[in-house]
Structure formats: structure tokens, C-alpha cells
């Protein structure tokens, strides 16, 4: 009776080097993301210094940004109107709503103003003015 011998068979092995190449590229995604080199969601401003400026506590807010010729609500471009009726639909749902007005150095101050004075008129007393410190 003739017999083969059997071939060796290639035992099976885990490949290293495309897996460390994956994790390489988790690392470099999640350093630049937490050294903000990649931009985030929203407009760039400029915020005014204030000596007195705090750290703001966890609540439920809605930040507001005013550039010279837009009005933003948490990123979404909004005329004052709709503004409003996002911000009474918001207020409903939770129980204190805390409005943040992020307004840019180039924005007049009668626009602060006309938007401050349109959402206390429509009853939100808690309004902030967002500001860097110096």
C-alpha cells in the first residue's frame, strides 16, 4: 500500500501590524479632536473679556449667537421669531430654561439689546451674557 505523506498546513495567525495601524489612526483622530484642531459644529466668535466671568454650572440652557447679520440657536440659522417659538417649545418641555447669549465683538448693541428685550418680554428672566475672561 503506497501512502502520501500529508502536506503541513499553515497554522493560523493574527496579522499585527494593519491592526496596530488602525489603532495608530484611533489615536491621531482622537488627539486632534480633543486638541480641537479638527473645528467643531457652530460659528467662530470672538467673546468680550469680563473680569467677573464664571464657569458655568450643568442646567438646562440654550445658547444663542449673534453675529452682525445672523442669529443662531444651538447652530441652527433663525430669525427672531422663530427663535422665540423654539425657545417657548424648549421652556415647555423642561421646568427652568437659562438662555446664553453668545454675541460676537463685531454685533451693535442695539441688536443685543432688541433680542434681550424680545425674550423678556416673552418671559424668560434668565438671560446670561457669555464673555472669556481676560
Given at each position: 500500500m503506497r501512502s502520501w505523506?500529508?502536506?503541513?498546513?499553515?497554522?493560523?495567525?493574527?496579522?499585527?501590524?494593519?491592526?496596530?495601524?488602525?489603532?495608530?489612526?484611533?489615536?491621531?483622530?482622537?488627539?486632534?479632536?480633543?486638541?480641537?484642531?479638527?473645528?467643531?459644529?457652530?460659528?467662530?466668535?470672538?467673546?468680550?473679556?469680563?473680569?467677573?466671568a464664571q464657569a458655568l454650572k450643568p442646567q438646562t440652557k440654550a445658547i444663542v449667537t449673534l453675529l452682525p447679520d445672523t442669529i443662531q440657536l444651538d447652530g441652527q440659522k433663525l430669525t427672531i421669531d422663530q427663535l422665540?417659538?423654539?425657545l417657548k417649545g424648549q421652556k415647555q418641555q423642561g421646568q427652568n430654561l437659562s438662555i446664553i447669549i453668545n454675541s460676537d465683538k463685531g454685533v451693535a448693541v442695539e441688536q443685543l439689546v432688541q433680542v434681550m428685550d424680545r425674550l423678556r418680554a416673552d418671559g424668560f428672566t434668565s438671560v446670561s451674557l457669555a464673555a472669556r475672561k481676560p
Open positions: 505523506s500529508e502536506s503541513k498546513k499553515a497554522k493560523p495567525h493574527i496579522e499585527l501590524i494593519p491592526m496596530i495601524d488602525v489603532m495608530m489612526f484611533l489615536l491621531v483622530f482622537f488627539v486632534l479632536i480633543s486638541l480641537n484642531v479638527i473645528p467643531s459644529q457652530g460659528l467662530k466668535t470672538q467673546l468680550p473679556s469680563a473680569t467677573t422665540l417659538q423654539n
